[in-house]
């Protein structure tokens, strides 16, 4: 069944979505939408592992009408373009054009620099470019949930049982399979989260035969409000 869910991700088109609800303070909160429309494509099958071209296709940021809001559309484009190398379970291994990215990080860099200055600007610039040179960090943050972290997951292995899987925000997932005819739900919920800084957290994947359908995860933490939500559109 894994195989196949794998090789279903060819072709398919998922509209990725976060939406960041920030408490400023006690009468007041903002609230930004992120949308990207991303298309999967499936190149094979290599020593046991899965290789995938990740195109981002369009963007929609709710605050790109202003100053910052265009110059974080511009850094996103850094990453509408990326090859990946994920296991049997859809965790990432591998960044495979990371050469690439870094070619196209100096160009996007050395245009905005003309345009965009002071220390925010300068601190972004520093973040991006350390990201850029240690592989690991990259896939921790490709492996997020506001960038490509409900297709590549980890969990797209057996669903026959519950199983549990470290946290990046250092508490434990566990994750319930709930199957109904052909369609299957895997339920997300924490353990241990008195240690972190989560407040709330649940998630759910639906899957239809070997098609991954619909994905959700919500986490509150500290004043801020995070929900990321996948949707198979095509």
Known sequence: M?????????????RLETIVTEQKNLFYLTEKKYVRIAEIYYLGNEKGHFKYHVLVVDFNFSNDDNAMGKFLKQISYLFDEVELTVDKDGNILE?????????RWMKIAARLSETHKGEVIDNYFTQIS????????????????????????????????KRKR??????????????????????????NTDPT??????GLFVFKGDHYEEGFMEIKKDNMHLKHSLLWIG
């Open 166 to 191: 470290e946290s990046p925000d250092g508490f434990t997932e566990i994750m319930t399979p709930v199957k109904e005819g052909d369609t299957m739900t895997l339920t997300i919920a924490p353990e």
């Open 197 to 202: 800084q989560i407040d709330h957290f649940r």
């Open 2 to 14: 894994i195989p196949e869910i794998l090789k279903n991700l060819h072709q398919k088109t998922y």
């Open 95 to 103: 960044v495979n054009n990371l050469q690439f990215l870094r070619l």
């Open 130 to 161: 350390s990201l850029l040179e240690d592989e690991n960090r990259l896939i921790d943050f490709l492996g997020g949930y506001n960038m490509f972290g409900l297709l590549f997951n980890g969990l797209l292995q057996s669903f026959d049982t």
